[in-house]
């Protein structure tokens, strides 16, 4: 018996609700942000992710609510991204009652904001979500690049070495979205998390291209994830996160049931 | 009406823990407080913590509560979660060391950057997730709580207190180590019970019907 390999479900919130696009388009309602989250919980769910997808910094707000009444009655680990970029920003995430949030975009242009939030409130609440996409081509060595603006703009950074660089930074923990298998349901990028994993010491969450349940095993197994996010799997109930924790458990990894 | 305070000195998820309070609680008062008075004069209290070792001690001296939390861990129903834990001991080996407050001896340590599981496999640091929690001792607070339960742990340092009888409950991460101890009326947990679910709840619930003996 050891430390459990986690099943993540992950919340994508636009102006206060659920939603699930195919590679960041085409955005489908997928329900109450505090509704869902309670479902999850019920099933078993290790930690809940909410990413705050809304466009406007108007509307901010909206998921410092969420949280707040999430945080109220669900009593698991809570990680809220999306918008998160000075210190205030992850105050006022950790005061509504995240444990840890996650920074992307604002790592990417400044690195140092992730030395300073890891040093005030600490690594365990620092998550740097890394968005990568494969630049190799076909018969060349394995490359990813990271990308920011959900996907859409290439920085020219290795994913590896951004990862080690984050992790030093004081990250305590690695987001890993692999933005071509994002929505695509045929799963993780497994030479990529593995890549991560390998590099760094913190954990890593493998996030990404869930279709089948198969595929959270080879994430751990495979990609040697440490946690596995999904979204749209359990979104529109294709699967109980109970259902996949109990096919992980018959596979022989180690889950809380 | 019975209060409970949860400590406020700036470190961790004290909203978290009170909302996990209350809701097994609805019957007691629960305040987040820096006030030394309001902890003086509380039923029972709560004392969280995340973050550095040597920010959680300067930030309770500047707030000028370190006195108070050590009378109240002589006197009543007393909980330390995480770093609420740690900083129990006389001496942590973050920060490249830090006093702390010396409530008992030992010293708080560091994992290490190259711990391996049973299969020989890296295991990363911090310890972050749901681990078995293994009772040492029979203990209100572990009334109704299987032995064996996962609760939720994100730490990177450990507490090796001298006194063994302290210890309450121990679990593996590439070594054996405290995760609970407990002495007269003080109770401390290295996971977050605030955050494990049904198993975490019962512990606080636990807690809060406890008298302190």
Redesign the interface.
Known sequence: ??????IIPCLDVKNGRVVKGVQFVDIRDAGDPVEVARRY?REGA?EITFLDITASSDDRETIVHVVEKV??QV???LTVGGGIREVKDVRRM????A?KVAINTAAVFNPEFVKEAS?R?????IVVAIDAKKVSTEGEKNRWEIFTHGGRKPTGIDAIEWAIKMADFGA??ILLTSMDRDGTKIGFDLELTAAISDAV????IASGGVGNLDHLVDGVTKGKA??VLAASIFHFAEYSVEQAKRHMASKGIEV?L | MAQIVVIDYGMGNLRSVAKAVEHVAPDQSVIISSDASEIANADRVVFPGQGAARDCMRELEDRELTQVVLNSAKEKPFLGICMGMQILLNHSEENEGIECLGLYAGNVRFFGNDLKGEQNEKLKIPHMGWNNVDQTIDHPLWQNIKNHSRFYFVHSYYMDPEDKSLVAATCDYGINFVSAIAKDNVFAVQCHPEKSAQDGLQLLKNFTLWNGD
């Open positions: 018996m050891s430390l459990a390999k986690r919980d290790d945080a109220e009593f698991i680990p950790l005061n509504a009652g444990d040093e409130v600490g690594s365990q609440c305590g923990e010491n913190v954990p890593v440490d946690a809380r």
